[in-house]
């Protein structure tokens, strides 16, 4: 059996989002660093225009 926990991480939507900071690399390095897997993104809020405004990052670990 698995146990989840979830990340939100805002994207803004647009095209010329700047993604320098790549805070989603932090953040997933400090879940693997409590014993949680990556286990994939799901997106929650879109712009208009279709474009990804937000999203959850998803972890699991054994339980």
Avoid: C
């Avoid at 690399?25 to 405004?53: D, E, H, L, M, Q």
């Amino acid at each position: 059996m698995y146990e989840y926990a979830y990340e939100t991480i805002y994207t803004g939507g647009g095209f010329f989002l700047d993604n320098s900071s790549q805070e989603h690399r932090k953040i997933i390095a400090s879940y693997a660093a409590k014993g949680w897997r990556f286990a994939g993104f799901v997106p929650s809020k879109f712009t208009s225009n279709g474009g990804i405004k937000e999203l959850d990052l998803v972890f699991e670990r054994e339980v």
